[in-house]
């Protein structure tokens, strides 16, 4: 089992960047491939990236490909989502999420989530 919490969260302008950071709680972090997703007012939660345990392999979704970057320490139990470039279609709350089974792509896979935290982009 693992326990998230997000922080990093915030306002910034278009064009800005942001990090968000998931802490993890437990000592089987290291086992877990981790993801992350947003949920924007009114709209499905959706993909956004994720890695492998290791870290050796990552996956993006297409919104997001090329201006954020998905990294994880495993020595200190965290995940990072460093966001470039943001949009207001970036606008929503963001999940950590820890991995079950299954696709990397679907939150159906996970099984530990996170509170979210809020990112707000203006134009």
């Known amino acids: 089992q693992v326990q998230l919490v997000e922080s990093g969260g915030g306002l910034v302008q278009a064009g800005g960047s942001l990090r968000l950071s998931c802490a993890a709680s437990g000592r089987t972090f290291s086992s877990y491939p981790m993801g992350w997703f947003r949920q924007a007012p009114g709209k499905e939660r959706t993909f956004v990236a994720a890695i492998s345990s290791s870290g050796s392999s990552t996956y993006y979704g297409d919104s997001v490909k090329g201006r954020f970057t998905i990294s994880r320490d495993n020595a200190n139990n965290m995940v990072y989502l460093q966001m470039n470039n943001l949009k207001p279609e970036d606008t929503a709350v963001y999940y950590c999420?820890?991995?079950?089974?299954?696709?990397?792509?679907?939150?159906?896979?996970?099984?530990?989530w996170g509170q979210g935290t809020q990112v707000t982009v203006s134009s």
């Open positions: 999420a820890a991995r079950g089974r299954g696709s990397y792509y679907t939150d159906r896979s996970y099984d530990h």
